[in-house]
């Protein structure tokens, strides 16, 4: 499967834990893009990565949050003392180099997030 | 502050029929639109874009059209098919609002009725 892909599919955590998010780029894609979306909306931006750099995290509460796309390994976003508000789907998309904003972006099929 | 709003939260068409569905902007700066479509539990599914040089696009299907006065965009399926039933989102991006982010419409669930 070449596809963007992300694991957990369904992620339950209690209020206060820390949540890992992990999304690994399609093949040849060096651009990732974290979206969360709450129930009845659209996809709101997050952040925008390449390898070992955030570009652009514009969309990133402002505590609590971080993500990672380190030069090994998938992309994490990270939430720390996780809250109620929390739980949303959080999505992962990818474009390859190249293109300045003309390149499709695609999505893989999501992380549940869901707060006790 | 909705730049992207998609204005009919659902829409019903019969087999075989067009099903169209629409989209409007606010900001001037956005030159970049796609479509995409999405099925429950799944990622949003890239259908087909548009670049503000131009005012249509064509891929078998699906077409988008785009008013750059009218900052409005519309996408035609013909004919509808079953397997079309889904939530289709507007996006765009555009130089102001960082050409790598995507802003993206509350979405239009389309039903295609046998």
């Known amino acids: 499967n070449a596809g963007v892909m992300q694991n957990p599919r369904h992620l339950v955590r209690r209020r206060g834990q820390e949540a890992r998010l992990r999304c690994s780029p399609m093949k040849g894609h060096s651009h990732v893009y974290w979206y969360r979306q709450l129930p009845e909306e659209g996809l709101k931006f997050m952040v925008y990565l390449q390898k070992e750099n955030i570009i652009d995290e514009s969309g990133m509460p402002k505590e609590r949050f971080s993500a990672e796309f380190p030069k090994e390994g998938p992309s994490i976003l990270r939430i720390q003392q996780v809250v109620r508000g929390d739980s949303a789907a959080y999505f992962c998309?990818?474009?390859?180099?190249?293109?300045?904003?003309?390149?499709?972006?695609?999505f893989g099929d999501g992380t549940r997030l869901s707060i006790l | 502050d909705q730049q992207v709003k998609q204005n009919s939260p659902s829409l019903s068409v019969q087999e075989g029929r067009i099903s169209i569905l629409n989209c409007d902007y606010t900001n001037s700066m956005f030159d970049y639109f796609l479509w995409y479509k999405k099925y429950p539990a799944e990622g949003p599914t890239f259908l087909i874009s548009i670049s503000s040089i131009k005012d249509k696009n064509e891929d078998g299907r699906f077409t988008v059209f785009l008013n750059k006065s009218a900052k409005h965009l519309s996408l035609h399926i013909v004919p509808s098919q079953p397997g079309d039933s889904a939530v289709y989102f507007c996006?765009?991006?555009?130089?102001?609002?960082?050409?790598?982010?995507?802003?993206f419409g509350q979405g239009t669930r389309l039903t295609i009725n046998p």
């Open positions: 998309a990818s474009s390859p180099e190249g293109g300045q904003g003309y390149q499709p972006q695609h």
């Open positions: 996006a765009a991006s555009g130089l102001l609002q960082g050409a790598q982010k995507l802003v």
